[in-house]
């Protein structure tokens, strides 16, 4: 079973549809049996067999009308309280409180804020696991939408609205999750990570991504430069440097991040310097522009954001 399979739930919302899904697949197989058998029996039974005539004529046989139609109405009345239920039990209520955790769509990477905090993240979301946190979902341009199959249901992220939903892993992991409404060209490289900690390690990530980004060292010094003197800046930000712009992921801790580019590629030295080299190799449409850095660029550019922890 895949890792981020729907069957493999992980959280209560997951399992409320995981098990919905099992029991309407279950009934349907049933009845698909039930039908097909029926089918091959009567073509056998009342085959050909060469009589002369017309076959016996049947008109109405009133209990057996009346079974089709209640035995259908009965299953279809309990799948429906089923999944009544379902939808409560996947979408439970939101009290009125500032969430725990805000993600904003772009096109085409995910903005994560902890609002009790002020931290910022981007693409690669931190929860504690075993413990609900009331998430607000936004978009800062067109309609997306949040969905990590293990942990719970589908919802829309819509610009100048704001849904919300429970985001809990009952376990530590890493759940996988994606972008589930076409929203333009890069809408199939929106991935989404979600790191279930243990409550510590939640704690102790929430302080680091609060922590400003330490001066650059001597060595990356002039990836520093670069970075504030090209229009880097103009897009993504940078804690304690004149980068303040969400247009682009905050990079305060890009190398604390597995992925680059919404989970494009690992985050490795040489997939950092080929992403600046070219960005739209590897993901077409991306609003991200490829800015013809010549190779010294690229290694001081590479080397200064490798050391953003
Ligand atoms: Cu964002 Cu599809």
């Given amino acids: 079973m895949a890792p981020s399979s729907p069957f493999n739930p992980m959280s209560a919302q997951a399992r409320a549809i995981s098990h919905l899904f099992t029991i309407t697949l279950a009934w349907g197989a049933f009845i698909l049996l ?3 058998t029926l089918v091959v029996y009567c073509a056998i039974r009342f085959r050909d067999r060469g009589e002369p005539g017309y076959p016996k004529q049947a008109f109405g046989k009133p209990k057996l009308e009346v079974a089709w139609t209640v035995a259908p109405l009965t299953l279809l009345a309990g799948l429906f309280v089923l999944t009544v239920g379902a939808i409560h039990a996947s979408d439970p209520p939101k009290p009125a409180r500032q969430p725990d955790l805000q993600v904003i769509a772009h096109q085409w990477w995910w903005e994560i804020r902890y609002p009790h905090s002020g931290a910022v993240a981007a693409n690669e979301i931190h929860i504690p696991a075993g ?3 009331l998430t607000q979902l936004n978009s800062a341009d067109v309609v997306h939408n949040f969905w990590v199959p293990q942990l719970g249901p589908k919802k829309d992220m819509v610009p100048g ?9 009952d376990r530590p992991g890493i759940y996988m999750g994606a972008c589930s409404e076409y929203c333009g060209a890069g809408h199939g490289w929106m991935r989404i990570h979600v790191f279930a900690d243990p409550p510590q390690v939640f704690e102790a990530w929430l302080a680091h991504q609060l922590a400003r980004a330490p001066a650059p060292a001597p060595n990356v ?3 520093a430069r670069l970075f504030a003197r090209s229009t880097c ?7 304690g440097t004149k980068g303040k712009a969400d247009v682009g992921p905050d990079l305060t801790h890009f190398a604390s991040r597995t992925t680059i580019a919404t989970g494009v590629l690992q985050n ?4 950092v310097y080929q992403w600046l080299q070219d960005p739209q190799q590897y993901k077409p449409g991306a609003y991200m522009p490829n800015f013809h850095f010549d190779q010294t660029q690229l290694e001081a550019m590479t080397a200064y954001l490798e050391t953003m922890q």
């Avoid at 609205?161 to 892993?169: E, F, G, K, T």
């Avoid at 103009?234 to 804690?239: D, F, L």
């Avoid at 490795?268 to 997939?271: A, I, L, Q």
């Fill in 34 to 36: 039930l039908v097909l």
């Fill in 131 to 133: 413990q609900p946190m």
């Fill in 161 to 169: 609205y704001s849904n919300l939903i429970w985001l809990r892993a």
């Fill in 221 to 223: 010094e002039q990836g």
């Fill in 233 to 239: 800046v103009n897009c993504h930000a940078i804690a």
């Fill in 268 to 271: 490795t030295r040489r997939n």
